[in-house]
């Protein structure tokens, strides 16, 4: 068999660049398979988030400053003489309490000031008396009938417009409102 040399090289070269086309179709698909990742899209993240984190971290660390407090020596102790105070009493005294007499809107008895609130009937009358607390205040609120004990005082009579209280020999007409 004889070879033509020309016939030879142009098969030579066909199958050389089939060759060449079969190497770079691998190629070109094997790069399609894989993710484009550029080197832009990963360094900008990162470098924004390790930005953001050490700005939290210095965030978080100034909150904790104010506990970075060196404690204060404390001095050698010394004896010192503690004068008793003396408890200012509220009210207007027992010696006036027992003056209170007649007609009255504001009753007091020892650190208490007492006022009549309401006078209401479900076949006999009854009284809603407010006691306030002259020390903080409070008021306690709390219901009277006739016979009734208020402290050291009888309620000897209850009307429409106010109660009676006795004491000893106080007399005291205690009104809803004034006149």
Avoid: C, W
Avoid at 2 to 12: A, E
Avoid at 47 to 70: G, R, T
Avoid at 76 to 100: A, D, F, H, S, W
């Amino acid at each position: 068999m004889v070879f033509n040399s020309m016939t030879y090289k142009s098969s030579l070269y066909g199958a050389a660049i089939a060759l060449i086309f079969i190497i770079v179709d691998v190629f070109f698909r094997i790069s399609q398979s894989e993710p484009n990742i550029g080197s832009a899209t990963l360094d900008l993240p990162v470098i924004n988030n390790i930005e953001q984190q050490h700005q939290k971290n210095i965030d978080i660390v100034s909150l904790y400053k104010k506990f970075d407090v060196i404690e204060k020596q404390q001095p050698t102790k010394q004896i010192k003489t503690v004068v008793p105070k003396v408890k200012e009493k509220l009210g207007i005294g027992e010696e006036n309490e027992q003056q209170q007499n007649g007609t009255l809107t504001n009753l007091y008895f020892g650190e208490n000031n007492i006022t009549l609130s309401g006078v209401f009937s479900n076949g006999e009358y009854f009284a809603v008396v407010a006691i306030r607390k002259l020390a903080d205040n409070s008021v306690k609120i709390i219901k009277l009938f006739k016979n009734q004990k208020l402290f050291d005082y009888t309620v000897t009579a209850i009307n429409h417009k106010s109660i009676n209280l006795t004491r000893n020999n106080q007399k005291i007409k205690l009104n809803l409102f004034e006149k």
